[in-house]
T-cell receptor, first 110, second 114 residues
Framework: GENVEQHPSTLSVQEGDSAVIKCTYS??????FPWYKQELGKRPQLIID?????GEKKDQRIAVTLNKTAKHFSLHITETQPEDSAVYFC?????????FGTGTRLQVFP | KAGVTQTPRYLIKTRGQQVTLSCSPI?????VSWYQQTPGQGLQFLFE???????NKGNFPGRFSGRQFSNSRSEMNVSTLELGDSALYLC?????????????FGPGTRLLVL
């Protein structure tokens, strides 16, 4: 079945540095790749998404890249701030459902 | 627009009991998906409902069931609770099912089974 692998599971960076989270998926039929941020005790919130006809998408300090051939997609956060600290989930939507990665706990130290 | 709401927010049950959780989607959204979130397994897909019909189901035992009403509100039921069912249960709504439809999550119901 569809599988989404996410790395790393934890990531610590200094404020102002960049953070990169990588995901791979197995189902080549997947066409939609959202990223969710979940702060402690809160619901997952969509922060950015990318569709298969696009290779890169940016929204201020956040960018996502997609390589459909390699079945890789990545989240890039630049100029990290303490409020970026959270768990980030990637996901891939195939024909049936949204499959999530296991999450990356990002800690940004001041 | 009001977001996705879930009730109750917290629940404590004992083994063997059953529980019903409720989810109200964003107004106009007709698809509701349910997920189980645990520290070790992340977000696991339970099932998806659209137009009162279950469209997809994840790999969970038959003790987990759900339904959707004509107003798109959805309920999930877990019978014969086990300790391992302790988790955060999240529902998410989207305008319709299918690829490229953004899902918006509710705050979740935290279930503790003793």
């Amino acid at each position: 079945g569809e599988n989404v692998e996410q790395h790393p599971s934890t990531l610590s960076v200094q404020e102002g540095d960049s953070a990169v989270i990588k995901c791979t998926y197995s189902d080549s039929a997947s066409n939609y790749f959202p990223w969710y941020k979940q702060e402690l005790g809160k619901r997952p919130q969509l922060i950015i998404d990318i569709r298969s006809n696009v290779g890169e998408k940016k929204d201020q300090r956040i960018a996502v890249t997609l390589n459909k051939t390699a079945k890789h997609f990545s989240l890039h956060i630049t100029e990290t701030q303490p409020e970026d600290s959270a768990v980030y989930f990637c996901a891939a939507h195939n024909t049936d459902k949204l499959i999530f990665g296991t999450g990356t706990r990002l800690q940004v130290f001041p | 627009k009001a977001g996705v709401t879930q009730t109750p927010r917290y629940l404590i049950k004992t083994r063997g009991q059953q529980v019903t959780l409720s989810c109200s989607p964003i107004s106009g959204h007709r698809s509701v998906s349910w997920y189980q979130q645990t520290p070790g397994q992340g977000l696991q897909f339970l099932f998806e409902y659209f137009s009162e019909t279950q469209r997809n189901k994840g790999n969970f035992p038959g003790r987990f069931s759900g339904r959707q009403f004509s107003n798109s509100r959805s309920e999930m039921n877990v019978s014969t609770l086990e300790l391992g069912d302790s988790a955060l249960y999240l529902c998410a709504s989207s305008f319709q099912p299918g690829i490229q439809e953004t899902q918006y999550f509710g705050p979740g119901t935290r279930l503790l089974v003793l």
